[in-house]
Every structure is written in C-alpha cells, then in structure tokens.
T-cell receptor
Framework: SQQGEEDPQALSIQEGENATMNCSYK?????LQWYRQNSGRGLVHLIL?????REKHSGRLRVTLDTSKKSSSLLITASRAADTASYFC?????????FGTGTRLTIIP | DAGVIQSPRHEVTEMGQEVTLRCKPI?????LFWYRQTMMRGLELLIY????????DSGMPEDRFSAKMPNASFSTLKIQPSEPRDSAVYFC??????????FGNGTRLTVT
C-alpha cells in the first residue's frame, strides 16, 4: 500500500507566522488528502486535491501538488494557537488509505 | 449527522481477557476502516470493509484480532486474548467511495 511521508517530523513556530509541511509519496494517485489530528481526537479531513490540480485553497490553507515529483505541500498562513496539532497526508490511488507518522506542529503564543 | 461513534471511549483490561471495540459508521457510508495508533508505529490500517464485506485484512496483527460488520450500521473489532502490547488507541473511520474519511474519537485500550 502507499502512504505519504511527511516532513519535517516536528515544527515549532510563533503565532502569526506561516507553517509549511511537505509530503512525498511513491505511486500514482487519484487524489491526495490532508488531515489534522488534535491531541486525543480522531483525524479530521482538511483538504483534498485531485491529481489534475496543482493548487487548492481553503481558508488559511493552501495545498500544492506536483505529480511529476510525487510531492505535495500544505501551507497554513497566519498561524493560531488552535493550529497546534499533527498533520498527515495520504495519497489515494485505490480504496485503501494509509498514513505516515505526520508532522507535529506547535504554535508558540 | 452524529459522526462516527465509537465505544467505549476508554477500556482497561487485564492480559488474557477478551476485548470488544464497537463502531457505528455514518449512515450512507459504504466503507469502514479500523486503524490502530501508537507512538512507536504511528497510525496503522488494520482492516477495511466495503458494503459490509472485509476487503483487506492484511494489517491485522495476528489471529488474536478479528473484525466483523454484520450490517451497514455496526462493526466490531475483537481481541482475544488481549496482551499488553495491544495497548493503543483504536480508531474507526467511514467514507463513501473516493471521498475523505470521517474518523471517530477512538477507543483508548490499556492492557495490564
């Protein structure tokens, strides 16, 4: 099965700054999805980008996808304390969705 | 929409006991996934169902683990007998085909 590998493993920034996380994968995809996990909770879907899209926005989130490099990035602008969480990417090629170890983002007030 | 409902929220049991985790998916979702999360191994896919039929159980660690989906609104994950290394948070998630997953809030299992 394919799964995304997030980089960096951990990231700490000051509130108000932008946070960028990267994702790499190995096989062909139909779409790529980003999820957030707050401590003690289940994952929450953030954004889905299809294989024929290069960029997608949702509020303060911006996702890019480069299928030639098999990579994606998630940008969170104007970070807030509530953005403190783990972030996961998962490439979707068939029915099976698997996850890497995520990026642990800490926003420092 | 009540979301994916898992029970119990916490389970503490002794080694050797049987443990049953429960999941109610979102109505209308035809895919159901069971995941396990630990600090060491991250989020692992154990098994998933499509239209109540198990499609891929290659992630089930060993024969002590079994999962069923008797109908579209209910699934169980059973561990018998349980061992301390089974301690983890177990998540259930559901979705429609090619759509994002909706996760429950998990069951935190502690086996002593």
């Amino acid at each position: 099965s394919q799964q995304g590998e997030e980089d960096p493993q951990a990231l700490s920034i000051q509130e108000g700054e932008n946070a960028t996380m990267n994702c790499s994968y190995k096989t062909s995809i139909n779409n790529l999805q980003w999820y957030r996990q707050n401590s003690g909770r289940g994952l929450v879907h953030l954004i889905l980008i299809r294989s024929n899209e290069r960029e997608k926005h949702s509020g303060r989130l911006r996702v890019t996808l480069d299928t030639s490099k098999k990579s994606s990035s998630l940008l969170i602008t104007a970070s807030r304390a509530a953005d403190t969480a783990s972030y996961f990417c998962t490439p979707f090629g068939n029915e099976k969705l698997t996850f890497g170890t995520g990026t642990r983002l800490t926003i420092i007030p | 929409d009540a979301g994916v409902i898992q029970s119990p929220r916490h389970e503490v049991t002794e080694m050797g006991q049987e443990v049953t985790l429960r999941c109610k998916p979102i109505s209308g979702h035809d895919y159901l996934f069971w995941y396990r999360q630990t600090m060491m191994r991250g989020l692992e896919l154990l098994i998933y169902f499509n239209n109540n039929v198990p499609i891929d159980d290659s992630g089930m660690p060993e024969d002590r683990f079994s999962a069923k989906m008797p109908n579209a609104s209910f699934s169980t994950l059973k561990i018998q007998p349980s061992e301390p290394r089974d301690s983890a948070v177990y998540f259930c998630a559901s979705s429609r085909q090619s759509s994002p997953l909706h996760f429950g809030n998990g069951t935190r299992l502690t086996v002593t």
